[in-house]
């Protein structure tokens, strides 16, 4: 794909000169600090110098004049690693006949791995092995080292700006409290989650914005992915551009569940405009994985490794973006006192949960366990040794551990389905009074319907007619699941209540209350109300889904009521701190506009709830706005943070001092956990 290019990255200038090149002896090292930096490129094979590499028609050769060398702009792809742009933009590449040509977009041969001895430099094809020098007389395959100069003319870094500017206030207060707001559960790692192929998109991509934000075939008009992200979402599979960056007329909104909303320019936004805390959810789901026609191994466990693998090569990403390991906003945490070390350098301490339905690989199958406790002994050894610091226990199928709460309508018909396939049988409820799960619809209509998408089921299969009024999950807690759950209490290890059935919560909740643990969460509105008041009793942590702040049309919750609820709970008074979970790329939907946009919008720019001064963010050539747009990506949620201050009228302050309270409270949480 072309590269587009766009203004705003400043030259820097990089130590350069024309002294003699290194002894044979010098000591080489990874250049960290070239980010950005607008060069010259002089070569020499020894003491003797090559001369200027400059470009001509299809490739590169080398002129004696400093005044005909061709400026090239350099960009991180990895730690130590760099793609270069010549005066039009071009990358040069390795091509397969050894000379160095220019290319037309990002690839393998286009990444190069520089080293430096302090004054020279050494290119060496990322890919390929092969290091830069000259080649029949060209720029190619050699083994010269290069004099780098600071010069102009350069092409610009396409990138996206976060619209913030001014001085933010500390992310410790003067007492050592942690001052920022918390997202309690996003997912981040989408990219690499479900088989690497169901979200198109990345949240960072070697190439850049260019490549990590390209649209998706699969994902367009009729592509497989448009048809799933239809069923899933309600979107339209037949107008489906999917053109991406830079023009982004079709993704991201705020109902395109499939497409990647957390692109890390978004996340700087949000940590630059108050955030101090994100905890993401490496997620799985065995049977969406094989339902895409294209995907990496469906094992649970082995999506898991994977998104860890990718969480940490995102923060080395971001950290070469920056200058050098350790330099990034993007600090992964694995102790409470890693996110305070995180927040008093004024960064976002970046916390690892897990979200899955086949934790360890513990299905049940018609109620026969498929693991046992050294399973999970050495599954509870192997997270913890990735930085996890918590898990949910049940996600949204029955397991090992006991039984989910159920999602309603037609996602649950859906995933009723997926039970079935997962497990052996369907959802199995009771009627039952006080605290209780998602009604089921009486007929089996939805899960007909479902059945004419192509899904297969056992011949003879017998579809569930459910209890009217309210309904429990008859699965709670079981001997293994007890196991899990105090293997869990002994490492310090957060455990989150959300998707556990009413019979399986109320029994975790038990067993907390007897060994007075705070460890327990609740943080994206999947409880029962009397489930968070006990979570609160404890000294556990609440958060709510990030709905709107007042109605937005899509017969949600709203963010406000659900925070005065919380509140007016008989243990709400406990409430130090409140979080928000976004459950970003979790194919759940961000907040859509709110019907009172029009008349009471968010006013840009804004004063975000640390101080700085945030306007539209812009990507590309769109240009997003909250009160049209909703949270169509991850970017807009200063923007909304600062709308429910603002639509909170006189509860305002008090709603802004829970929220910058958030990331305090959830930490002093874990402390807790931890003894």
Not at 21 to 46: I, K, M, N
Not at 439 to 457: H, T, W, Y
Not at 506 to 531: C, F
Request: with cysteine; charged share 15%.
């Amino acid at each position: 794909m072309p590269r587009s290019l766009v203004a705003g990255v400043l030259v820097i200038g990089v130590a350069g000169g024309l002294s003699a090149p290194a002894s044979a002896a010098a000591s080489w090292a990874p250049a960290y600090d070239l980010e950005g930096a607008c060069v010259t490129l002089q070569a020499f094979h020894g003491s003797t110098s090559l001369g200027y590499v400059w470009k001509d028609s299809v490739g590169y050769g080398f002129k004696s004049a400093v005044a005909s060398a061709e400026p090239f702009r350099l960009e991180a792809t990895q730690l130590g690693r760099y793609l270069l742009r010549d005066g039009d933009g071009a990358p040069p590449y390795q091509s397969v006949v050894n000379w160095i040509w220019a290319g037309n977009e990002y690839g393998a041969r286009a990444d190069w791995t520089v080293s430096t001895d302090g004054t020279s430099y050494k290119f060496v094809n990322t890919e390929t092995g092969q290091q830069a020098g000259s080649y029949l007389g060209g720029l190619g395959t050699g083994s010269a080292t290069f004099k780098l100069a600071p010069a102009t003319g350069c092409a610009a870094i396409p990138d996206v700006a976060t619209g913030v500017s001014g001085t933010p206030a500390p992310g410790v207060d003067s007492s050592g409290k942690l001052a920022g707001w918390i997202d309690a559960h996003a997912h981040v790692t989408a990219g690499e989650a479900f088989g690497g192929a169901l979200s198109c998109g990345d949240a960072y991509a070697s190439g850049g914005v260019a490549v990590a934000l390209k649209g998706c075939a699969s994902h367009g008009t009729l592509g497989w992915g448009a048809l799933l992200e239809a069923i899933i979402a309600g979107t339209d599979p037949i107008n489906s551009a999917e053109d991406g960056w830079p023009t982004f007329t079709d993704w991201p909104q705020h109902d395109t569940l499939l497409h990647q909303a957390s692109y890390f320019r978004s996340l700087e936004r949000t940590w630059k405009s108050g955030q101090r805390v994100l905890n993401v959810l490496l997620v799985a789901n065995r049977v969406i994985c094989e339902l895409t026609p294209e995907h990496t191994s469906c094992n649970e466990m082995d999506q898991i490794r994977a998104q860890a693998v990718y969480l940490q090569k995102m923060q080395d990403y971001i950290d070469a973006r920056s200058g050098g390991p350790g330099k990034g906003f993007f600090r992964l945490a694995k102790t409470p006192a890693d996110v305070r070390s995180i927040a008093a350098q004024g960064k976002l301490a970046v916390t690892i949960g897990v979200e899955n339905s086949e934790l360890f690989g513990c299905r049940e199958i018609n109620n026969v366990a498929q693991c046992t406790t050294a399973d999970i002994d050495a599954g509870l050894d192997e997270l913890q040794a990735l930085g996890v610091s918590g898990m949910y226990p049940v996600h949204k199928f029955d397991n090992a551990f006991g039984g989910t709460r159920f999602d309603e309508g037609v996602t649950g018909a859906a995933i009723n389905v997926g039970n079935l396939i997962s497990t052996g049988h369907w959802w199995r409820a009771t009627s039952c009074t006080g605290p209780s799960d998602n009604e089921q619809p009486l007929v089996n209509d939805d899960i007909a319907r479902l059945l004419q998408l192509g899904v297969n089921l056992p011949a003879g299969t017998i579809l569930p007619v459910y209890p009217s009024g309210p309904i429990c999950n008859t699965r709670g807690l079981t001997s293994l699941g007890s196991y899990l759950i105090n293997r869990m209490i002994d490492r310090g290890m957060i455990i989150h209540i959300d998707h556990m059935g009413v019979k399986t919560a109320s029994a975790v909740l038990d067993i907390a209350e007897q060994k007075n643990y705070p460890g327990i969460a609740s943080v994206h509105t999947w409880a029962d109300p009397a489930l968070i008041n006990r979570t609160l009793g404890v000294g556990g942590f609440v958060a709510s889904y990030a709905f709107a702040a007042s109605d937005d049309g899509q017969d949600t919750p709203t963010f406000l009521d659900e925070w005065r609820t919380h509140r007016a709970l008989a243990n709400g008074s406990k409430i130090t701190g409140y979080g928000v979970g976004t459950d970003v790329n979790g194919l759940g939907p961000q907040a859509a506009p709110r019907l009172n946009a029009g008349s009471s919008p968010l006013t840009y720019p804004f004063t975000a709830i640390n101080g700085t001064i945030v306007a539209k963010q812009v990507m590309g050539t769109r240009t997003f706005d909250l009160n049209t747009d909703g949270v169509a990506q991850y970017g807009l949620y200063p923007d909304w943070i600062t709308d429910l201050v603002n639509q909170a009228g006189t509860d305002g302050p008090a709603l802004k001092k829970q929220l910058l309270s958030g990331a305090e409270a959830y930490t002093v949480m874990w402390e807790g956990a931890r003894g």
